[in-house]
């Protein structure tokens, strides 16, 4: 009984710290995401809804992935997509004017709209 009541413990001593790190870790990328919505509703950046508009516009592809960064101040969304061909090409596209800023990927002409 006192050895199932020690390894009880251990276990405790372990996870608490582990779910406090993780709740906290929500708590800031809830508020990070607040601030974004803030950002948008003001008119600072671009809607992830109007550069998914605009990129499909002149790409052929499925979303697979999208992260929102600050690189050097500047807002970027990340999107990568995936092609007709099964390629995969990552988007950066400023956040503030929607233009892309850079396309890495393989068969990036494969997915261009004519």
């Known amino acids: 009984m ?12 372990w996870l608490l710290p582990l ?10 990328a809830d508020e990070h995401w607040r601030n974004l919505h803030k950002e ?11 550069v998914l508009s605009n990129l499909e516009k002149n790409y ?10 600050q690189e050097d ?3 970027i969304y990340e999107i990568e997509m995936i092609g007709p061909a099964g390629q995969v090409v990552e988007f950066e596209i400023d956040a503030v004017s929607g233009d892309v800023v850079s ?8 997915m261009e709209r004519q």
Not at 60 to 69: A, N, P, R
């Open 40 to 50: 948008v509703e003001a008119g600072r950046i671009q809607s992830l809804a109007t």
């Open 73 to 75: 101040g500047q807002a």
């Open 60 to 69: 052929i592809g499925q979303v697979i992935e999208v992260e929102f960064e």
């Open 19 to 28: 779910s406090l790190l993780l709740t906290g870790g929500l708590a800031l």
């Open 103 to 110: 396309i890495e990927g393989r068969n990036i002409k494969g």
């Open 2 to 13: 006192k050895k199932q009541l020690t390894t009880c413990f251990r276990v405790i001593r």
